[in-house]
């Protein structure tokens, strides 16, 4: 078998609920399919896929707190055309999550993902991420590898321990017109970025790791100095535009 899928979506506005899948790490194996339009995953769980954890094939596919683990040899453990939502890639030894056409991914946590390909967020050039946060990855945090003229937009990211860069960019700046907003970065080994964004816009050095114990699983923001203290109150949005209202991320 060349390929296959333990469970697919084919039927417009599918629903997926509290679903956990396993592909054995046998090849060919894919875990969760959308290929539908405007079908859904709600707190499904794709494990040892070696063709893809959970993969969106239509534009219009959405996951929430979704969890993907254990994926090799596709391209990602997490591939998006749709949206994502809370949703977390772990433990992958292939970027956890990727873009295959324009994509977005919002609040996702994507961390120790193994090998050099393991970054957290990969093809960020179609894929655009807000408040989502890469740690720990043995690639880089947010990567886009294509000799292409890059609009990759990150807004509220975190990109902190990554064995390569925090952003890795293959461009000269000249030819890219990526927009970067209130990201924070720390402890990449080869540093924040490799071609930085053209527009960097209250980017935040991270001095120590901002979480209580990533390592973990605990995400929550410290209250170190140079880590999560720097964190807790930057967030976007912050005060709103002319109303009262405050809050952040």
Known sequence: ISSVAIVTLANLTDLVWNIEVDGANLTGMRGIDCTSNLGTLYKCKASNCKNGGIVQSQSDCMAILCYVTGCSTASYGFSLSGRAYACVAYNNSVAGIGANTNATAINCISYGNTTSSGHGFADIRILHCYNCTAYGNVGSGFYEPNSVIDRSKLVNCIAYGQTRYGTEMTLSTDNRPSIFVNCAYGNNTLGAHQNAPM???????????????????????????????????????????????????
Do not use: E, H, K, Q
């Open 199 to 249: 527009v960097d816009v209250g980017a935040i050095t991270l001095t120590a790791d901002p979480f209580t114990n990533a390592a973990g699983g605990d995400f929550s923001l410290n209250n170190t100095a140079g880590g999560g203290a720097l964190l807790r109150a930057a967030g976007i949005p912050g005060a709103f535009p002319t109303i009262s209202t405050t809050g952040y991320m």
